[in-house]
């Protein structure tokens, strides 16, 4: 059977965290402020650190990397962007719009990544090249996967290029299923991990943002999967409730089992009634405060995930 959820992830500890100019211009949820450099750090830290705990207690299997100092890279704690790990031993390597965040696509963490977590490597998906044609397609943000049904959900923005995504459908054997969704500017939402999240058993998605000609063709195919569908309101999405990802672990009383994990913001966010039917999805919910994380970086939990598929 197909596993949509993985039990192990790796997460990057990051060295220099901070408000990135460079990705700005497209990522809307991204807050500057006065915040001096060294406390940004400091905060980000002690919040990296209880969500590292708090997967563990869960029964996650969590693998951390430590960024390097230099070069500065503010956005290092959002690994998901520029790898992902499949099932069949497939790594892939993504092209990514800010130049300032290539230095975090780093090979040495490939290799410690895989001796940590035994993953055997049989094949390595370059899609890089597209940086210098000015093509990118930013990992599990630009992508929202569903491994049972092999649909890759993205909607187009900036950072999720047509071209790229085919070549990636191409190469892993997934059908895409592309959209527009902006926000209520109508501004294109840099990322689809920030729209929508699919579990075993939900597909998560703000509705709301979705252009209308897309909107029913999308829900539809949800629907299709078998998943229970909950649509998100723009005010859910504003405070990270699609950014959310659910992973596997094990029980001793109850076997394997599903850990619905979101932010502080997204669960405070979220009407009772949505919540509880994400709740109802899942065995447990693990709900992390990452505040200066998402108002800085303008990603949340799931942005910090990337999942290991072993």
């Not at 919040?47 to 969590?62: I, P, Q, T, Y």
């Not at 990118?136 to 909607?155: I, K, M, N, P, Q």
């Not at 729209?195 to 829900?219: N, P, T, Y």
């Amino acid at each position: 059977m197909t596993q949509q959820c993985a039990d192990t992830v790796f997460l990057v500890r990051p060295a220099a965290f901070g408000f990135n100019a460079e990705t700005a211009a497209t990522n809307r949820m991204q807050r500057r402020d006065a915040t001096a450099p060294a406390d940004a750090l400091a905060r980000a830290l002690g919040e990296f650190d209880a969500m590292v705990a708090a997967l563990r207690s869960e029964g996650v299997n969590v693998c951390v990397v430590r960024d390097t100092p230099e070069p500065v890279k503010p956005d290092a704690v959002f690994p998901n962007n520029w790898v992902s790990w499949h099932a069949d031993g497939t790594v892939v390597l993504y092209p990514m719009q800010a130049g300032n965040r290539r230095a975090e696509r780093r090979r040495e963490i490939v290799a410690e990544v895989a001796a940590a977590t035994g993953y055997r490597i049989a094949r390595t998906l370059d899609l890089t090249a597209h940086e210098r044609e000015g093509r990118f397609l930013e990992g599990t943000g630009s992508l929202v996967l569903d491994h049972a049904a092999r649909v890759a959900y993205a909607c187009r923005s900036p950072r999720t290029d047509e071209r790229v995504l085919a070549q990636w459908c191409g190469e892993m054997g997934y059908a895409a299923e592309t959209f527009a969704a902006t926000d209520r500017d109508g501004v294109p939402i840099y990322h689809t991990n920030v729209v929508m999240g699919i579990g075993r058993g939900f597909a998560a998605i703000g509705a709301q943002c979705l252009a209308d000609g897309d909107r029913a063709r999308v829900l539809a195919r949800l629907v299709a999967s078998g998943r229970e569908v909950i649509e998100l309101t723009r005010e859910e999405i504003e405070g990270f409730a699609g950014n959310l990802i659910e992973l596997a672990s094990w029980d001793e009383a109850m076997g394997e089992c599903g850990v619905l994990v979101l932010s502080a913001t997204a669960r405070a966010r979220l009407a009772p009634a949505r919540y509880a039917r994400l709740a109802a999805c899942a065995d447990s919910v693990l709900a992390v405060p990452v505040p200066t994380i998402e108002r800085l970086g303008g990603g949340s939990v799931r942005c910090m995930i990337a999942e290991v598929f072993r």
